[in-house]
């Protein structure tokens, strides 16, 4: 899944997603004092809108180009609050404790033997900083696997709580049931959702 991937899955529709911002984050942030966000994986860019037109300030990254441009068009009026950057956070860690969130929705991000892809975005949250971690349940991508694509090969947010140390205050750990409908062609009825606090 490269950026030639996401890229051909873009073109391959006018609009991928329903342009709403995800539930979790809605039901997650809402409480949260704007600062600095860093949304992984933005996609189209439906929650890095949201979170700058509640005053964040959002760095929204994705390997996708044809879903940046999207994102930005629909942007004026946020202008000058979400910077749009092309990169690939598996491999480029982003900036160490920068963040007062680190939004994660639905990213693949694959397990690997030292976590190094996934402790280059825990540690981008700030002290006093939340970590939003949301997938679908292992459950729902088991019973409608695709091709060569197997869930179990990536993190879930109980498998990344297990990381966390003492300097973690987990909040959330939990599934639950999708308060939006599923994509068009998915079986996605549960969410896992990890909120963790940064402490130090």
């Given amino acids: 899944m490269d950026a030639q991937h996401w890229d051909d899955m873009y073109r391959s529709r006018d609009q991928v997603f329903s342009g709403n911002p995800n539930a979790v984050l809605v039901a997650e942030a809402s409480d949260l004092s704007p600062g600095q966000a860093l949304d992984v994986g933005c996609g189209e860019g439906a929650d890095a809108l949201w979170l700058a037109r509640r005053g964040w300030r959002v760095t929204a990254v994705d390997v996708s180009e044809v879903a940046l441009r999207r994102a930005a068009a629909a942007a004026a009026d946020v202008s000058g609050r979400v910077a749009w950057a092309r990169d690939d956070l598996t491999t480029t860690p982003p900036p160490v404790r920068a963040f007062d969130l680190v939004s994660i929705h639905y990213f693949p991000l694959r397990r690997e033997p ?3 892809a996934l402790y280059g975005l825990l540690d981008a949250v700030a002290p ?73």
Wanted: a negative charge; zero cysteines.
């Fill in 128 to 200: 006093g900083g939340t970590l939003l971690f949301a997938a679908h349940v292992l459950s729902d991508l088991i019973d409608h696997r695709d091709g060569d694509f197997d869930p179990a090969d990536f993190y879930q947010p109980d498998d990344i709580a297990q990381l966390l140390g003492p300097t973690w205050n987990i909040l959330i750990n939990e599934t639950r049931p999708r308060t939006a409908p599923a994509p068009p062609g998915t079986h996605h009825t549960h969410d896992a959702v990890l909120r963790a606090l940064r402490l130090s």
């Fill in 114 to 116: 030292g976590h190094s």
